[in-house]
């Protein structure tokens, strides 16, 4: 797939118009998205972070040149992320905290009252084909979620966001080598879970 | 002993079925998602970083897609200007006025105008007064 930055012409940067904007945000919304569900796995979580991240883009970049968007994008994505996984920390404490006051309350608790069962029954009528890549995709999916969060981002700037290497490292803010460490690793580790699973990638 | 692989062509097979998964999101992810870019997207046209007054027009940043004149952002400031401008000049022609009317009222008394710094003549005014 060929992404927004990629069609854009070169030359002297011009800034982004509201329609370009537009378009990126239309275009990276998706992954954006997906992106930020293996991270928090909830997906209330990940698409406030995902708004989060447009609005940060908008207010305080949208005067950048276009081209600039998608390692921005990736940075305060990233970034957001991060913040959310400090906030649900700060918030583990104190509930942590709170239900050692008030431990009767765990007895009225039924895990199964929260349980959310997935929906298949759209999928029960769909051809064969599309529900085997359905099952890949939840596959590749599961195991990108078991990764370690800096190798499971490295892999999807490098790969799927089709960033190059340098833009890689300065969205994690770490060094070239690591990204390219981080990203071997990472698809090792989804090729072997994928073979384990009896697929081959 | 793990054989040796292609990593860029796997990777890029693996984010083919990433495509995949992300182009059949359900229907309120969707939704949700498009409300939140709407949302971003309405934070554009407001101007945050770029001077400009109210109802002066956003200049800067939005005027190459609205087509606004340059002159129209400067417009209120200028406005303010002449404003501040005007009352000084006011203020400072009341207050010539003021003191030509003292200066009348002076000339036109009775009482000669020395008796005024004449310090003789205010004593005398305070005993009269205390009798």
């Known amino acids: ?201 | 002993m793990n054989e040796p692989i292609n990593e860029y062509g796997l990777a890029k097979r693996i984010t083919q079925h990433l495509d995949y998964g992300a182009s059949k999101l359900d229907g309120h992810v969707q939704f949700r998602l498009q409300a939140a870019r709407q949302h971003a997207l309405e934070a554009y046209a407001k101007p945050h970083h770029h001077f400009s007054l109210a109802w002066g027009g956003h200049g800067g940043r939005n005027s190459h897609h609205r087509g606004h004149s340059p002159f129209r952002a400067w417009l209120p400031l200028a406005v303010l200007l002449l404003g501040l401008m005007f009352i000084t000049y006011w203020q400072t022609t009341e207050q010539m006025n003021d003191l030509s009317e003292i200066d009348a009222h002076l000339l036109a008394e009775e009482l000669p105008f020395h008796a005024f710094i004449d310090t003789g003549f205010d004593t005398w005014l305070k005993g009269s007064s205390e009798e």
């Not at chain 1, 030359?11 to 930020?36: C, D, H, M």
């Not at chain 1, 969205?171 to 460490?181: D, F, I, L, Q, R």
């Open chain 1, 1 to 201: 797939m060929i992404r927004y930055c990629k069609v854009r012409y070169s030359g002297t940067p011009q800034l982004a118009t509201y329609q370009e904007l537009s378009n990126f945000l239309a275009e990276v919304e998706r992954r954006a998205y997906k992106q930020a569900l293996f991270a928090v796995r909830d997906e209330h979580g990940a698409l406030d972070i995902v708004q989060d991240s447009m609005l940060k883009l908008t207010e305080k970049y949208s005067a950048k040149p276009v081209e600039e968007f998608p390692m921005l994008f990736q940075r305060i994505l990233q970034n957001t992320i991060r913040d959310y996984y400090r906030r649900q920390k700060v918030r583990s404490l104190w509930t942590t905290l709170l239900s050692s006051f008030s431990s009767h309350q765990e007895e009225e608790y039924d895990p199964l009252e929260t349980l959310e069962v997935a929906d298949d029954s759209n999928k029960i009528h769909r051809p064969e084909e599309t529900l085997a890549r359905s099952q890949v995709v939840k596959l590749i999916e599961q195991a990108l979620k078991n990764l370690p969060a800096r190798q499971r981002e490295a892999f999807l700037l490098r790969y799927w966001e089709e960033l190059d290497v340098s833009q890689t490292a300065a969205a994690m803010g770490c060094s070239e080598g690591s990204v390219k460490t981080h990203c071997s690793r990472a698809t090792h580790a989804v090729a072997a879970f994928l073979k384990s699973k009896g697929i081959e990638p």
